[in-house]
């Protein structure tokens, strides 16, 4: 092949078809078990949408990064096997997600609790309390590993931060609609590293 890097690109396409085709085939219309703490009313996260859009430059600046790079062949060697470790480090986060979606009932783009929006503990959420943010920044790790410049670092960063600021705006609304339910589940959830943060 003439340029293995624009391989990177496959590897987002199957990760981002992956969480699509999870939430597909896994949908469930289906009322919450009984024993599942629900939300009787509906909750906004004051500045969800600047948290979000904040999210969204993060991937701006990771893709343009990724296309500055593969594109006119100027990934730069980092290391042997970068390329390898990188793929692996995508594929985690594209496992992880999928384990979350397949976990969790109510997923939202926006820090916003509709009327009926089930409290997840199971699965992904028994690890950590945002796996699908883990997921994305592994995605954006590994493309940072793949092609290490500092546009992709920078996109790789950026993102972080965004899945700090919305999971910390998650957070608030379920504290609020949850109380101390939430409260213990927080004591025994990390919030991106199972046993560390």
């Known amino acids: 092949m003439k340029n ?14 992956s969480f699509g085709a999870t939430r597909m085939l896994l949908r469930r219309d289906a ?8 939300t009787s009313q509906e909750f906004t996260a004051p500045f969800s949408r600047t948290v979000l859009a904040f999210h969204m430059l993060g991937f701006a600046v ?14 730069p ?16 986060g594209g496992v992880l ?4 979606v397949a976990s969790f009932h ?25 796996p699908i943010y883990t997921g994305i920044n ?7 590993i793949w092609v290490p410049t500092v546009i992709v670092w920078s996109g790789f960063v950026l993102l972080a931060l965004g899945s700090e600021l919305r999971a910390r705006s998650e957070e608030h ?11 213990d589940y927080t004591k025994r959830t990390k919030r991106f590293i199972p046993g560390i943060y």
Do not use: C
């Open 4 to 17: 293995p890097d624009l391989l990177l690109y496959a590897a987002h396409v199957i990760f981002w078809a």
């Open 106 to 130: 109510s997923w939202r783009f926006r820090a916003k609790l509709d009327q009926g929006h089930e409290l997840a503990t199971n699965g992904a959420f028994a690890l950590m309390r945002h």
């Open 77 to 92: 060697e980092w290391f042997g096997g970068q390329r390898i470790a990188g793929a692996l480090v995508i594929a985690a």
């Open 62 to 75: 990771l893709y343009f990064g990724i296309g500055n790079a593969v594109l006119p062949r100027r990934v």
């Open 97 to 100: 997600m999928s384990w979350a």
């Open 31 to 38: 009322a919450p078990a009984e024993s599942a703490a629900t």
């Open 138 to 144: 592994l995605l954006a790790l590994g493309s940072a």
């Open 173 to 183: 609304l379920l504290r609020r609609a949850f109380g101390e339910r939430y409260a």
